[in-house]
């Protein structure tokens, strides 16, 4: 990933839905002290939706890391064996993720979860941010499959970023979250 695509995704995209959360908060906070009156349903639902786009690109960033470094490969240790206990292999799991990436409607994320009652690892499809979330799953790596990840890098091309992801992701810090 270019620097050029990573600083507006970053610096534009993401800073945009910090500051959506910021001004929805402030608005409920005028609504909690009776000065101003709201559509609550549509508030809150624009608050899951800028709060879930910061929590998904926060996680999104700490899943990268310069490639050769301390990014790509494959997972060792405790997230490897889960991987192939629960995909089968690397390769499973890898081609499973990139379709959950590219399939995914209109906009949206490729997720690794972590079920905390099962200890199984499942992946997931979460449109808007917020939307398909399994409850009490701990996510442990996401992808954003928007536009705004990889057009500068690979115009509408969204299988070729999928495939080039893997050369930046940071199997340490996904494996912190697995615990």
């Known amino acids: 990933m270019s620097e050029e695509q990573l600083k507006i995704h970053h610096d534009k995209h993401h800073a945009a839905y910090v500051t959506g959360a910021n001004a929805i908060l402030e608005k409920l906070d005028k609504a909690h002290k009776g000065e101003i009156e709201l559509d609550l349903k549509a508030e809150i ?7 879930g786009g910061h929590v998904m690109h926060s996680l999104f960033w700490e899943n990268l890391a310069p490639a050769g470094k301390s990014g790509g490969g494959e997972p060792t240790g405790k997230l490897a064996d889960k991987i192939k206990e629960d995909f089968g292999s690397f390769d499973r799991f890898r081609d499973e993720f990139n379709k959950a990436g ?58 070729k970023f999928f495939g080039a992801i893997w050369e930046v992701i940071n199997w340490k810090k996904i494996s912190e979250r697995l615990g």
Not at 45 to 51: G, T, Y
Not at 119 to 127: A, D, S
Not at 139 to 154: C, G, K, P, R
Request: proline letters at 2%; one cysteine or more; charged letters at 20%.
């Open 45 to 51: 639902k624009a608050l899951s939706f800028n709060i």
């Open 102 to 159: 590219i399939s995914v409607e209109g906009s949206g994320w490729a997720a690794l979860a972590h079920c905390k009652l099962t200890g199984r690892l499942l992946l997931m499809q979460i449109e808007k941010h917020s939307v398909n979330l399994y409850p009490n799953f701990d996510i442990l790596m996401v992808a954003d499959a928007f536009e705004q990840a990889y057009y500068i890098d690979y115009k509408n091309d969204r299988a």
